[in-house]
């Protein structure tokens, strides 16, 4: 195949989203792409200009944007001759709220962009409609697939004081794992919006349904008071703080505010945002409060002298009983991914301390009786981490291995005989242990599907209870790839076997297994450690044939070896309608001596070796398959595979 310049390839405009929208956005649902339009409405709110926000989810599954901000600009662009409003949705990285450095802007602080987010709205949805009405008319124009296919024109007339832009989008179902958007999701981001900007009205409509309306005049205060569950050990502390004019460390306007407070059971409730992004996987910010907390309260503790000896408080003891809602200001932030999940931005920690910790602080010393209770809550926190880390040092000091309880351990020592084997189901693991050879097999029953670790960090793992049980069973822990040999010095077992149902939810579990061995433990598949059981589908009653010819058991894997099965009988004058043939819905069909003589006996089970592929094939496969940003690709990969897989029965 010749290789030229005709082969490469050269996507424009809004190509690149629609051919790899995982780069661009989260793929489970549109929500995230209707995001982007309510914090166009939201920008215009925090700059001034916008009172009113109205979202519609309509019956069709399209939603639509309405706000009463100064509309986007319908003249000539200057450079791309063509309506601005035109180049706001077709352009990446367009807008006017990249004028940050300006000390006037508007939009020092924005959340979204008029560039990269509306854009990608347009790119992923199957039709886009925009109204705007400014400078006394109304314009429309309209878009499908990314394209005009209407162009923008004036409408009618708008009173001088009617100003704004109604946006509806229809998500294009081919990008996204299902159309529909969840109402909840969307109440708690509309309602997060009232919150954050105090006086501004959100109101929400289900097109046939319920109008929820939401405005907050006393903001972060109101909201967290109604998010909290369980006594208060102290009232509220809320605080605002931003930069003043000519801080050498920090642009003016920067800072946070928020509201926190310490309950003594029950849920927490944790939010936070930057520039009026909701952050669910937290980031800087975040740790700033944590650390202005900390400071805040270990500086009150031992002022007091309130911390007793051989204590040492450390900020997850302050933080492991807090509630807040945080809103970070910071000018051009920099995010985890175009999603805006985490905030990554290494000046937002020091300034969310400088801000918060001396208010904070202050409050502490004017409220001591509270200031206390508070401190009590983290010492006994840190007592109880104490403890915790000098049991796990009494195991690790005692020499013997914590085995899980459901473990059913082998009585040899000897690696080179020794196997384990995962068995999907309590069911089956009972028949397992019943059957097994207790002398070289031990047997871990696994409760339903494990956890997808493709994207898991390895200090993460053991927070899962499945997880665990099999890394303290085979006794070795998470390693990289380029680890030598010796990360194996510990393995209690030479074989470790996994025998799931021969169904499609068995063989996702073997993939999820595979996952995890693939990617944290490499070093066990590469010395040929991982095998696969091959219990069998169907169960073939052959009678007897005289008194030399007993009835007889014969199984078969699956289909095909059962004809092959049925003609070797024919051949040997056996009439097949007097053969009873079944079929095993699961290992937990089986009983113990028929689950032995299939599947775990040496001299007849058949086991398949699992072999560590090459990183080059099996790293973008792997991804495609387990990354949870890949579902486009999915997608594309099943319909273009789907018929080589026949119908699960």
């Known amino acids: 195949m010749s290789y ?39 920008d215009e709110a925090l700059a001034g200009y916008c009172k009113r926000i109205q979202v519609t989810l309509h019956s069709d599954h399209s939603i639509s944007v309405q706000d009463d901000g100064r509309g986007i600009p319908v003249d000539m662009h200057p450079v791309e001759g063509v309506p601005s409003v035109e180049v706001v949705f077709t352009h990446l ?33 199957s039709r886009l409609e925009v109204e705007v009405a400014r400078d006394g008319a109304r314009y429309r124009i309209v878009f499908a697939g990314g394209k005009v296919v209407e162009p923008l024109r004036r409408i009618g007339e708008a009173s001088r004081r009617q100003s704004g832009t109604w946006t509806r989008a229809w998500p294009d179902a081919q990008f996204f794992d299902t159309p529909r958007i969840s109402p909840p999701e969307l109440e708690r981001l509309l309602r997060s919006k009232a919150v954050l900007l105090p006086g501004l009205e959100v109101g929400f409509v289900i097109e046939g349904g319920e109008t929820r309306l939401w405005r907050f005049d006393q903001g972060m205060r109101q909201y967290l008071s109604e998010q909290i569950q369980g006594e208060l050990a102290a009232p509220l502390f809320v605080s605002e703080k931003y930069v003043q004019a000519q801080d050498e460390n920090f642009p003016q306007g920067a800072g946070a505010a928020c509201a926190l407070c310490w309950t003594t059971e029950g849920a927490l409730a944790r939010e936070s945002y930057v520039n009026l992004i909701p952050t669910p996987a937290g980031g800087t910010h975040e740790a700033g409060l944590r650390q202005a907390a900390f400071e805040a309260v270990k500086n009150f503790c031992e002022h007091h002298a309130l911390i007793p000896k051989g ?139 494990v956890l997808n670790t493709w994207e898991v960090e390895p200090g993460s793992l053991y927070a899962n209870r499945e997880i665990h049980d099999i890394a303290v069973a085979l006794g070795i822990d998470p390693h990289p790839p380029e680890s030598d040999d010796s990360v194996l010095a510990s393995l209690r077992y030479g074989k470790v076997v996994i025998m799931t149902d021969a169904d499609v939810d068995g063989s996702h579990i073997r993939v999820l297994l595979c996952a995890l061995f693939y990617r944290h433990f490499p070093k066990l598949v590469e010395q040929g450690h991982l095998y696969f059981a091959q219990p069998p589908l169907y169960r073939l009653d052959v009678p007897g044939q005289g008194k030399n010819r007993p009835p007889r058991k014969v199984y078969a894997l699956d289909e095909s070896e059962r004809e092959a099965e049925l003609d070797k009988l024919r051949r040997e004058k056996i009439r097949l309608e007097n053969v009873n043939i079944s079929r095993f819905k699961g290992l937990g069909e089986m009983n113990p001596e028929q689950l032995w003589e299939t599947t775990m006996c040496p001299d007849t089970r058949r086991l398949m070796r699992v072999r560590l592929p090459r990183p080059e094939e099996a790293e973008p496969l792997m991804n495609m398959l387990m990354a949870k940003n890949e579902s486009a690709g999915r997608r594309a990969w099943m319909e273009q595979n789907g018929a080589l897989v026949g119908a699960d029965a």
């Open 4 to 42: 030229t310049a005709h082969s490469i390839a050269v996507l424009k405009g809004l190509e690149p989203v629609r051919h790899l929208p995982g780069m661009y956005t989260r793929t489970d649902s549109p929500l995230h792409i209707v995001q982007e339009m309510i914090d166009n409405a939201a």
């Open 93 to 125: 990285h367009a807008g006017g709220k990249f004028n940050k450095n300006e000390g006037d802007s508007a939009y020092r602080f924005s959340g979204g962009l008029h560039g990269v987010g509306v854009s990608v709205t347009n790119a992923l949805s």
């Open 311 to 449: 204590v040492k408080l450390a900020a997850e003891d302050v933080f492991s009983r807090m509630s807040f809602v945080l809103s970070a200001k910071v000018l051009d932030p920099s995010f985890q991914g175009q999603t805006k999940e985490r905030l990554n931005s290494r000046d937002a920690m020091p300034l969310v301390v400088r801000m918060l910790r001396d208010p904070l602080e202050f409050w502490l010393t004017g409220h001591p009786e509270a200031a206390k209770k508070v401190a009590e809550l983290a010492i006994r926190a840190a007592q109880t981490r104490n403890r915790a880390v000098q049991k796990v040092e009494k195991r690790k000091q005692s020499g013997a291995a914590i085995l899980p309880g459901k473990l059913s351990d082998c009585q040899s020592e000897d690696i080179r005989r020794n196997e384990l084997f995962l068995v999907e189901g309590d069911s089956a693991g009972g028949s397992a242990k019943s059957g097994r050879d207790k002398e070289i097999q031990a047997i871990l029953p696994l409760r339903g599907k």
